[in-house]
């Protein structure tokens, strides 16, 4: 039998309160719960209230935040706090996603404050790392993968860091249809759980992402390093990602 697996969906800027309604709905209906096995749904700030209400039926669900801002109040347009979050249902938050990290701007420092945030506030973080293609192709991909690890988890107590869990997203496979081969994944995978190991992380899990769909995901899940995956994409159909989690 396989070890439990987490499946996350990440739905980025998609997704409205209606529809995720309307994708609990179809995604619950006749839904049986591989035992052990967890299903994360980590929709936009404005359908976390509609997506945690809905999903709240199945314990083995949980819902989160895409992103916070560190401070938990404040003249801060525009971001959500750890408390906003908690209050709207969320048990969860990614920190770090590639997305903020490239597109936003976030440096390894405010993704070390927002994983402290979240863990104060009563939020469990999904921490993500990866490497961009040049740094995969000048053969730093350990090294930058694990300066992101340290960065974020470095002086966290082990209670703390029991708390935390790893998403390896490399930048390159995230949304581009290309995703490193499972042999691949698992190299990477295996750094990091050494290095949470050394930081003093009891119980190491690390998820998979970077275009994971139908047609990979159980050959990528077959690889025994990967915890499990975390899904843009393919996450957005409720029956597609009711397969995927299904095991293909
Ligand atoms: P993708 O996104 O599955 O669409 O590549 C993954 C992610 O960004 O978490």
Same mark, same amino acid.
């Given at each position: ?21 309307? =994708?609990?709905?179809? =995604? ?47 003249? =801060? ?112 995978? *295996?750094?990091? *759980? ?55």
């Amino acid at each position: 039998m396989s070890h439990p697996l987490i499946y996350a969906a990440n739905w980025k800027m998609q997704v409205d309160p209606g529809q995720a309604r309307a =994708f609990a709905a179809a =995604f619950l209906d006749g839904f049986v719960p591989s035992p052990g096995d967890s299903y994360w749904f980590f929709p936009s700030a404005v359908s976390l209230e509609a997506a945690a209400r809905a999903l709240a039926g199945c314990p083995a669900v949980a819902v989160g935040a895409q992103d916070v801002h560190w401070e938990p109040q404040g003249a =801060f347009t525009g971001a959500t706090s750890v408390p906003l979050a908690r209050g709207a249902g969320a048990t969860l938050v990614l920190v770090g996603h590639s997305e903020r990290r490239h597109v936003f701007g976030e440096t390894d420092g405010d993704t070390a404050r927002k994983v402290r945030a979240a863990l104060g506030g009563g939020l469990d973080p999904l921490l993500c790392v990866g490497e961009l293609l040049e740094e995969r192709e000048a053969g730093t991909t350990e090294a930058v993968v694990l300066r992101q690890l340290d960065a974020g988890l470095d002086g966290l107590a082990r209670d703390q860091l029991a708390r935390v869990t790893v998403a390896y997203e490399p930048v390159w496979a995230i949304g581009t249809g290309k995703t490193a081969t499972p042999g691949d994944a698992a190299a990477v995978h *295996r750094a990091i *759980r050494g290095a949470l190991a050394g930081l003093g992380h009891p119980t190491p899990k690390v998820l998979y992402g970077g275009s994971v769909n139908l047609a990979n995901a159980a050959q990528l899940l077959a690889e025994p390093e990967l915890d499990g995956v975390l899904v843009g994409g393919a996450s957005l159909d409720p029956a597609g990602w009711r397969k995927i989690v299904a095991g293909g």
